[in-house]
């Protein structure tokens, strides 16, 4: 992905989702890049997951998870038509490089594992506040499960990060 493409989809989200994520948690960091990193992270979930599920963009605001102690899930939806649990991490690289590394996708596989056995006590508020959700999906034989890997990178997933993946799935 380009600099420039990176920069038009910042300036999409921004335009779009200004006010509608929460971005509390950040109240207290004086670094506006790294304020603005998360946001766009965020962000970029809420886009991910509004593409694949056809909903719009400024409806994902209170389905944002990240924060500390998120176990790698950036956002959680659960689109009751299909009955599909969309799981999401996102990475926001400024430059349009980079992929994600395979700690990063380690944590989300152990969080998605913890999120499908609806054990969310170790996990942040947003997940919980997710659990009804959760539930909907775990509780349905019929439900199906989405896990979303998001990122402004162009270049392609690891071998290690492919296999990680795949050896969950």
């Not at 006010?19 to 207290?28: R, T």
């Not at 960091?29 to 998360?38: L, N, T, V, Y």
């Not at 998605?112 to 919980?128: A, F, H, P, Y």
């Amino acid at each position: 992905m380009s600099k420039l493409h990176v920069k038009q989809i910042e300036g999409y989200l921004t335009s779009k989702l200004k006010g509608v994520i929460e971005m509390d948690d950040y109240a207290g960091h004086s670094d506006k890049g790294q304020i603005q990193k998360a946001f766009l992270t965020r962000g970029l979930a809420a886009l991910a997951v509004s593409q694949l599920a056809e909903v719009p963009l400024e409806e994902f605001g209170p389905n944002i998870t990240d924060g500390p102690k998120d176990g790698g899930i950036d956002l959680i939806y659960f689109e009751p038509k299909e009955r599909m649990l969309y799981l999401v991490q996102s990475k926001w690289h400024d430059d349009g490089h980079g992929s994600m590394e395979l700690g990063e996708v380690l944590k989300f596989i152990e969080g998605v594992r913890k999120v499908l056995d609806n054990d969310l006590d170790q996990l942040n508020e947003r997940v919980k506040a997710r659990r009804a959700e959760i539930e909907r999906a775990v509780f349905d034989a019929n439900a199906k499960f989405v896990l979303v890997l998001a990122y402004t990178g162009q270049e392609a997933l690891s071998a290690e990060v492919s296999t990680a993946i795949s050896g969950y799935v």
